[in-house]
């Protein structure tokens, strides 16, 4: 199959990486892709902000199938470009999109179809902020939670115990002239589970678990992931099936009914908290860093399921087999990420690293500089993958890979995975 991946993350990388392992041979693609992807297919130097220019490319390979990694081409209508053109797409169009792009609107969709989620309330200018926030968390409950309506890279939402900083965060938003989704808080472990879905049908993939915020223990401000594990020994016998009972399935659902069915990776981003199962966020492609942890584990081929998705007939294809191993993924990143990132910095001591057992290197933010030296080009700049016959193995087979990479200023968590692998998540 020739297929043709857009992106030049993390996630891509692991994508076109988990393709290339398919048991039959397929022409990879990618544009922009970057260094580690260029090891894998070949490199199309179109960003993914040039829809036009992604079209014509396109047009011009005639590829099988076109994998949509990030969502500002979904929201922005890529997929509908392209499947005007008569192109196969993994990846939904504008309107489906607007549940990663809106969050109000995706707040809406929930309410439609007796999907459970955090209570909200949403506000479009300054005056209705304050009332906004009492509603939500009356009698001065916290923490506050605070988010931009709009796509915003992981930066959009606030979470915080104190008063000020949450209308802060709220007259920027609302200064800046977005919207915002005021929400009760939600108290419980986070699990990320993607389902790949073809309109009708949802095929759930394997849970994992992202760590969001930039710092150990779950401190500093939050990021777009700085490490995932799977599976997770903790998670509620049956979950999976009960997300796509409630979630998944009812979402697709409502969307179908709308006229807008949804082709492409559902993520459902979802709190387990004390009164049940609760969606955090959707997004409307897969996740980074999961999808490094998730993609490991699949034993059966990856690109037959994202066609059949594509085709609009996810019954056509077998279910996918998961390994019994563990993956753990420790992002490195930059330095000041993810207030700012310091680039251009020599990367080293990949090959090291790819020495440990079972542990390979994701590139997320890399380029190749004028002298041809493999250089940072991005907040998150490498991920080390490793996988073991339990979470203690991969996490420290991935520890070990961070520790034989040099990136000068990096920094990176060390515990990523370690509740897990100590049974003491949600305790
Ligand atoms: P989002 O962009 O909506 O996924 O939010 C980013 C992160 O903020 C989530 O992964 C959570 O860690 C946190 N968060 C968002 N909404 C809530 C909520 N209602 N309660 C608690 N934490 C939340
Ligand atoms: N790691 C969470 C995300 O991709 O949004």
Same mark, same amino acid.
């Given at each position: 199959?020739?297929?043709?991946?857009?992106? $030049?993350? !993390?996630?891509?990388?692991?994508?076109?990486?988990?393709?290339?392992?398919?048991?039959?041979?397929?022409?990879?693609?990618?544009?922009?892709?970057?260094?580690?992807?260029?090891?894998?297919?070949?490199?199309?130097?179109?960003?993914?902000?040039?829809?036009?220019?992604?079209?014509?490319? $396109?047009?011009?390979?005639?590829?099988?199938?076109?994998?949509? @990694?990030?969502? #500002?081409?979904?929201?922005?209508?890529?997929?509908?470009?392209?499947?005007?053109?008569?192109?196969?797409?993994?990846?939904? %169009? /504008?309107?489906?999109?607007?549940?990663?792009?809106?969050?109000?609107?995706?707040?809406?969709?929930?309410?439609?179809?007796?999907?459970?989620?955090?209570?909200?309330?949403?506000?479009?200018?300054?005056?209705?902020?304050? /009332?906004?926030?009492?509603?939500?968390?009356?009698?001065?409950?916290?923490?506050?939670?605070?988010?931009?309506?709009?796509?915003?890279? !992981?930066?959009? *939402?606030?979470?915080?115990?104190?008063?000020?900083?949450?209308?802060?965060?709220?007259? /920027?938003?609302?200064?800046? %002239?977005?919207?915002?989704?005021?929400?009760?808080?939600?108290? @419980?472990?986070?699990?990320?589970?993607?389902?790949?879905?073809?309109?009708?049908?949802?095929?759930?993939?394997?849970? #994992?678990?992202?760590?969001?915020?930039?710092?150990?223990?779950?401190?500093?401000?939050?990021?777009?992931?700085?490490?995932?594990?799977?599976?997770?020994?903790?998670?509620?016998? %049956?979950?999976?099936?009960?997300?796509?009972? =409630? *979630? #998944?399935?009812?979402?697709?659902?409502?969307?179908?009914?709308?006229?807008?069915?949804?082709?492409? &990776?559902?993520?459902?981003?979802?709190?387990? =908290?004390?009164? !049940? *199962?609760?969606?955090?966020?959707?997004?409307?492609?897969?996740?980074?860093?999961?999808?490094?942890?998730?993609?490991?584990?699949?034993?059966?081929?990856?690109?037959?399921?994202?066609?059949?998705?594509?085709?609009?007939?996810?019954?056509?294809?077998?279910?996918?087999?998961?390994?019994?191993?563990?993956?753990?993924?420790?992002?490195? /990143?930059?330095?000041?990420?993810?207030?700012? +990132?310091?680039?251009?910095?020599?990367?080293? @001591?990949?090959?090291?690293?790819?020495?440990?057992?079972?542990?390979?290197?994701?590139?997320? %933010? &890399?380029?190749?500089?004028?002298?041809?030296?493999?250089?940072?080009?991005?907040?998150?700049?490498?991920?080390?993958?490793?996988?073991?016959?339990?979470?203690?193995?991969?996490?420290?087979?991935?520890?070990?890979?961070?520790?034989?990479?040099?990136?000068? !200023? +990096?920094?990176?968590?060390?515990?990523?995975?370690?509740?897990?692998?100590?049974?003491? *998540?949600?305790?």
């Amino acid at each position: 199959m020739k297929i043709l991946v857009i992106g $030049s993350g !993390g996630r891509e990388h692991a994508i076109v990486r988990r393709l290339s392992r398919d048991s039959i041979p397929h022409e990879l693609h990618a544009a922009p892709g970057n260094p580690g992807i260029g090891q894998l297919a070949t490199l199309h130097p179109v960003p993914v902000g040039d829809l036009d220019a992604l079209v014509a490319l $396109s047009r011009q390979l005639r590829p099988d199938l076109v994998v949509v @990694g990030p969502e #500002a081409p979904l929201v922005a209508g890529l997929a509908d470009r392209l499947r005007s053109q008569g192109i196969t797409v993994f990846g939904p %169009g /504008a309107e489906a999109a607007r549940l990663e792009g809106s969050k109000s609107w995706a707040k809406e969709i929930m309410a439609a179809a007796g999907v459970p989620t955090a209570a909200s309330v949403t506000v479009h200018d300054t005056s209705a902020l304050e /009332a906004g926030l009492d509603q939500v968390n009356p009698d001065g409950a916290v923490p506050y939670v605070v988010k931009a309506d709009g796509l915003a890279a !992981g930066k959009g *939402v606030v979470v915080t115990d104190d008063r000020l900083e949450a209308l802060a965060h709220g007259r /920027a938003v609302l200064d800046a %002239g977005g919207s915002l989704v005021l929400e009760e808080y939600l108290d @419980g472990p986070e699990v990320s589970l993607f389902c790949l879905c073809d309109g009708q049908r949802a095929v759930p993939l394997q849970p #994992a678990q992202d760590f969001k915020r930039a710092m150990e223990g779950d401190e500093g401000p939050n990021t777009g992931g700085m490490g995932a594990y799977s599976p997770l020994p903790w998670a509620p016998e %049956g979950l999976v099936d009960e997300v796509v009972r =409630t *979630v #998944a399935q009812p979402t697709l659902t409502e969307l179908a009914r709308r006229g807008t069915p949804f082709v492409g &990776t559902l993520f459902c981003g979802l709190a387990l =908290t004390a009164r !049940g *199962v609760r969606v955090v966020e959707f997004n409307v492609r897969f996740g980074d860093p999961e999808t490094q942890v998730v993609l490991e584990r699949l034993a059966s081929d990856l690109a037959p399921l994202l066609l059949a998705a594509a085709q609009g007939d996810l019954s056509a294809v077998p279910a996918p087999v998961w390994s019994e191993d563990a993956a753990a993924t420790v992002v490195i /990143a930059s330095e000041g990420y993810p207030a700012s +990132s310091r680039t251009g910095d020599e990367i080293g @001591g990949i090959e090291a690293a790819e020495a440990g057992e079972a542990t390979h290197v994701i590139h997320a %933010g &890399t380029a190749q500089d004028a002298q041809g030296r493999l250089v940072s080009a991005g907040g998150r700049v490498l991920c080390v993958v490793a996988t073991g016959a339990d979470l203690a193995t991969a996490r420290q087979r991935a520890l070990d890979g961070v520790d034989a990479v040099q990136l000068e !200023g +990096s920094h990176h968590r060390r515990d990523i995975a370690r509740a897990a692998a100590e049974g003491t *998540v949600g305790a």
